[in-house]
């Protein structure tokens, strides 16, 4: 029988499993908002739905799979808001159902380690919604459900080189700040070996193995261009949007044992400058 996914908001972390999925015949229904990403979509091999808009009821029908990257607004999150009772009446069907949400949801806890344990007690806004976004999926009853908790995301076309080299990287300095941030293909990897052994309600930390601070990654960027590591700036006179300096609410180290254990993951990126090195490299073969 042929698995079919229906991804929610198919974007970067969905077309890097895709590129996964797909050589194992997998059939891939894949939403966007976006006529010019539908296309794209098509090239890529996944069947594109304009959505909202497009009547949905046939892809849940074939859908053996679900990934929810759509992300929660002001109305909570999309796809329950408009599909909450015909996925709820077709759990049976379901051999997995995966949300990919944020380490954001733990909150600021002064560079400490979180693990998936940790109490929920997000600082920002967005935050807040990714907790009320998981809590809404949990509650549907059966639903074959497994949470994915993203660190910060690189990868192809997402690093610092390219501000780096047109001299807009800041080395924002911020005392104790610390990040955690994963490769987009290690989320993909994680997310294939769930589907390969799923564990109905297991939540996972999908990030590396190395938690630093931001301006370590922007200087570390810089070395490998050969380019001059961007000036410091200080933190409480850097001039940053709202959206910016939301990112500096919160620092914290998390943890990502489980997906070694439970799922025997074994990262392809353990740290930022394994990542970095591979991403230059890439760009340099063309």
């Given at each position: 029988?042929?698995?079919?996914?229906?991804?929610?908001?198919?974007?970067?972390?969905?077309?890097?499993?895709?590129?996964?999925?797909?050589p194992q015949d997998w059939r891939?229904?894949?939403?966007t908002r976006d006529e010019d990403?539908?296309?794209?979509?098509?090239?890529?091999?996944?069947?594109?739905?304009?959505?909202?808009?497009?009547?949905?009821?046939?892809?849940?029908?074939?859908?053996?799979?679900?990934?929810?990257?759509?992300?929660?607004?002001?109305?909570?999150?999309?796809?329950?808001?408009?599909?909450?009772?015909?996925?709820?009446?077709?759990?049976?069907?379901?051999?997995?159902?995966?949300?990919?949400?944020?380490?954001?949801?733990?909150?600021?806890?002064?560079?400490?380690?979180?693990?998936?344990?940790?109490?929920?007690?997000?600082?920002?806004?967005?935050g807040i919604a990714r907790v009320?976004?998981?809590?809404?999926?949990?509650?549907?009853?059966?639903?074959?459900?497994?949470?994915?908790?993203?660190?910060?995301?690189?990868?192809?076309?997402?690093?610092?080189?390219?501000?780096?080299?047109?001299?807009?990287?800041?080395?924002?300095?911020?005392?104790?700040?610390?990040?955690?941030?994963?490769?987009?293909?290690?989320?993909?990897?994680?997310?294939?070996?769930?589907?390969?052994?799923?564990?109905?309600?297991?939540?996972?930390?999908?990030?590396?193995?190395?938690?630093?601070?931001?301006?370590?990654?922007?200087?570390?960027?810089?070395?490998?261009?050969?380019?001059?590591?961007?000036?410091?700036?200080?933190?409480?006179?850097?001039?940053?949007?709202?959206?910016?300096?939301?990112?500096?609410?919160?620092?914290?180290?998390?943890?990502?044992?489980?997906?070694?254990?439970?799922?025997?993951?074994?990262?392809?990126?353990?740290?930022?400058?394994?990542?970095?090195?591979?991403?230059?490299?890439?760009?340099?073969?063309?």
């Amino acid at each position: 029988m042929t698995k079919t996914l229906l991804s929610f908001g198919h974007g970067y972390s969905a077309r890097a499993l895709s590129r996964i999925l797909l050589p194992q015949d997998w059939r891939i229904i894949g939403t966007t908002r976006d006529e010019d990403k539908a296309v794209r979509m098509m090239n890529e091999g996944i069947e594109p739905r304009i959505w909202p808009g497009a009547d949905m009821i046939p892809a849940l029908n074939a859908a053996t799979h679900i990934l929810i990257s759509a992300g929660p607004d002001d109305a909570g999150d999309p796809v329950l808001a408009q599909l909450e009772t015909e996925i709820a009446a077709r759990t049976g069907q379901f051999e997995w159902v995966g949300y990919l949400s944020t380490t954001g949801v733990y909150g600021d806890h002064n560079g400490d380690w979180v693990d998936e344990e940790t109490p929920l007690t997000p600082a920002t806004k967005r935050g807040i919604a990714r907790v009320e976004a998981e809590a809404a999926w949990q509650s549907i009853p059966n639903l074959p459900l497994h949470i994915f908790r993203l660190a910060g995301i690189y990868g192809p076309g997402r690093g610092p080189f390219a501000k780096v080299r047109n001299g807009t990287a800041r080395r924002v300095i911020k005392q104790g700040q610390v990040f955690s941030r994963t490769h987009v293909a290690d989320i993909a990897r994680i997310l294939a070996a769930s589907i390969k052994k799923p564990n109905i309600g297991s939540i996972y930390n999908i990030c590396d193995n190395d938690p630093a601070p931001p301006e370590d990654v922007i200087a570390y960027a810089a070395k490998l261009l050969g380019m001059p590591i961007p000036e410091a700036i200080d933190y409480e006179t850097a001039d940053m949007t709202p959206m910016a300096r939301s990112f500096y609410a919160e620092s914290k180290k998390v943890r990502n044992d489980k997906i070694k254990t439970e799922l025997g993951v074994d990262l392809l990126y353990p740290d930022y400058k394994s990542g970095l090195k591979a991403l230059l490299a890439r760009e340099v073969e063309g």
